[in-house]
């Protein structure tokens, strides 16, 4: 793709307006209307597309002519689908255990691929593109809700997603909106940075949600601390996992364990535990669950999952 559709593309955004659902499964369950965004039905299966897409768009106007990324797969098929869009090659640097799935959908973006031995120490980094990128999603929220949720809930790895929240509520006035920041054990970097008041790097990611697994979260993270009130929570694989199959069986979708983070806030009990300790007002008007997707998950990977963690 070149000349006047490559220009278009630097212009228009990569990512669409995704859905916002009411369910009545997750709604009987927390006593309270919970809405879905569905950032699982964006072009690259994630929420990632916004701000990466953004990021390249801007490097494409600064005279980029071939992207590489280093990624576990949601960041890399953000990047060659944005690659693709702008009519320039894409490297995608993966660990050797990145499923078949991955890979192939990264082929036939038109990537590059290749395969390194192992994964890669991963530390959120830079994220002021990204952020804008992903402020888009409050702009979305706005425009249908007209008034703000009484809580937020989405799944933090690096910090991207969280950091382009918090700049969305600013921008909209609902910074007062609380956030439920939800990472599972093994991949908790934000939440043993609050614990130990700085940054610190986890030894190793055991999580099974390897989207989550950034070793270190970006110092911005820490930072939204300070404007925003956050709540960050853990829960266990098993968890996320079981989140993830109640959310097949309740809305007919798939997503991965990351994501499940996210609505095991719901699906365990606990926004309502947040409520009953006085962490949440006991009413709240609804709750926005970010379900922010991802690639790395068909029926046979939430089996060999389940099965690993001893789930029937």
């Known amino acids: 793709m070149d000349g006047p559709v490559a220009e278009h593309a630097k212009q228009e955004p990569f990512h669409v307006v995704t859905p916002l659902l009411e369910s009545w499964a997750l709604s009987q369950v927390a006593g309270m209307p919970v809405f879905l965004k569905c950032e699982n039905v964006q072009p690259s299966g994630s929420f990632k597309i916004r701000g990466i897409g953004h990021f390249c768009q801007e490097m494409a106007k600064k005279g980029c002519r071939h992207l590489v990324c280093s990624s576990g797969g949601n960041a890399g098929i953000a990047a060659a689908y ?3 869009k702008l009519g320039i090659p894409a490297t995608i640097v993966l660990p050797e255990s990145t499923s078949l799935q991955v890979v192939q959908r990264l082929q036939g973006e038109g990537a590059e691929v290749q395969l390194t031995g192992k994964e890669r120490s991963q530390r959120g980094g830079c994220l002021g593109p990204y952020r804008k990128g992903h402020a888009s999603l409050v702009q979305e929220l706005k425009a249908v809700l007209r008034t703000p ?4 809930v989405l799944a933090v790895g690096g910090g991207g997603l969280l950091a382009g929240v918090v700049a969305g509520l600013l921008e909209v006035g609902w910074q007062h909106v609380p956030i439920i920041a939800m990472e599972t054990h093994g991949a908790h970097c934000f939440n043993a ?6 940054l610190v790097t986890l030894p190793d990611i055991t999580s099974v949600a390897k989207s989550l697994g950034a070793k270190t979260v970006a110092a911005r993270a820490l930072e939204c601390m300070q404007v925003c009130k956050i709540h960050s929570e853990v829960v266990e694989d098993t968890e996320a996992v ?4 109640q959310l097949l069986d309740d809305e007919r979708m798939l997503v991965e364990p990351a994501c499940g983070a996210a609505l095991a806030a719901i699906y365990s009990g606990l926004l309502r535990r947040l409520q009953a ?8 008007t609804s709750v926005v669950v970010i379900v922010c997707g991802g690639n790395n998950i068909n029926s046979r990977e939430l089996q060999a999952l389940k099965t690993h963690l001893g789930q029937v």
């Not at 949720?149 to 937020?152: D, E, Q, R, S, T």
């Not at 300790?277 to 709240?284: A, F, I, N, R, T």
């Open 82 to 84: 944005a690659a693709r």
């Open 193 to 198: 940075a609050i614990t130990a008041g700085k």
């Open 149 to 152: 949720p009484g809580a937020l």
């Open 242 to 245: 079981s989140a993830v199959q």
């Open 277 to 284: 300790e006085g962490c949440l007002p006991p009413s709240l």
